[in-house]
């Protein structure tokens, strides 16, 4: 055996999974810096559509970001 004892393969066959494949694949999000906290992360668009919809994950204030009908091609926003 050659491999070091301390080297945990998780991966089964060692091959990486396709593009796109997960539970969060192909589901819209913006990304949002919280400067209460100084963080950064994800927010997804809610099952109507019709927002994005998340929480700092530090200190849990929320941000929605509504969906207008001429929208924009930003990705990354501040909440203050």
Same mark, same amino acid.
């Given at each position: 055996? @050659?491999?070091?004892?301390?080297?945990?393969?998780?991966?089964? @066959?060692?091959?990486k999974p396709p593009p796109g494949d997960g539970a969060a694949a192909g589901r819209p999000f913006i990304s949002v810096h919280f400067e209460c906290c100084n963080v950064y992360t994800r927010v997804y668009r809610n099952a109507a559509g019709t927002a994005y919809v998340g929480w700092c994950p530090r200190c849990a204030r929320e941000v929605t970001a509504l969906i207008g009908p001429d929208g924009t091609t930003a990705r990354t926003f501040r909440a203050r």
């Open positions: 055996m @050659s491999d070091p004892d301390y080297i945990l393969d998780l991966g089964g @066959s060692g091959e």
